[in-house]
């Protein structure tokens, strides 16, 4: 991002460094990852409460969302302590816009579904 402080004007340093590739990489893999494991089980609790003959309820979810959030911090805390004990070259800014956006796309993209069916 050295380019940046040359008003653009500069010719070298003009891709990403290593530790924003390795921010997104690690960002979208456990955003992607994240976000799976949700729907994934968003799916089996409409079906399940469809065989029963039940509307979906939020209720039912909770237990199995707060692992799923244990599992999404445990994965942060796990990529800060290794950016810092093992010296990876992480930037963590990079990895939480990323996992943001990685989470935040099939998010909305089952929420739209999820509005047309109710329609």
Same mark, same amino acid.
């Given at each position: ?14 891709? $990403?460094?290593? #530790? ?6 690690? +960002?979208? *893999?456990? =955003? +992607?990852?994240?976000?799976? $494991? @949700? ?13 029963? =003959? ?10 199995? #969302? ?13 990529? @800060?302590? +290794? #950016? @810092?004990?093992? +010296?990876? %070259?992480? %930037? ?14 099939? *998010? *909305? ?8 069916? %109710?329609?």
């Amino acid at each position: 991002m050295e380019w940046l402080s040359c008003g653009g004007r500069c010719r070298e340093n003009k891709t $990403m460094d290593s #530790s924003a590739v390795l921010g997104t990489v690690l +960002g979208v *893999f456990i =955003g +992607g990852t994240y976000a799976w $494991m @949700q729907i994934r089980a968003l799916r089996r609790h409409e079906d399940r409460m469809r065989r029963d =003959g039940k509307s979906p309820s939020v209720a039912g979810m909770v237990p199995g #969302s707060v692992m799923r959030v244990t599992m999404l911090l445990t994965a942060l805390v796990l990529v @800060q302590v +290794g #950016s @810092q004990k093992l +010296g990876w %070259n992480v %930037n963590l800014v990079w990895l939480m816009v990323s996992l943001a956006v990685a989470y935040s796309i099939p *998010f *909305f993209w089952r929420l739209k579904d999820v509005a047309s069916r %109710n329609k």
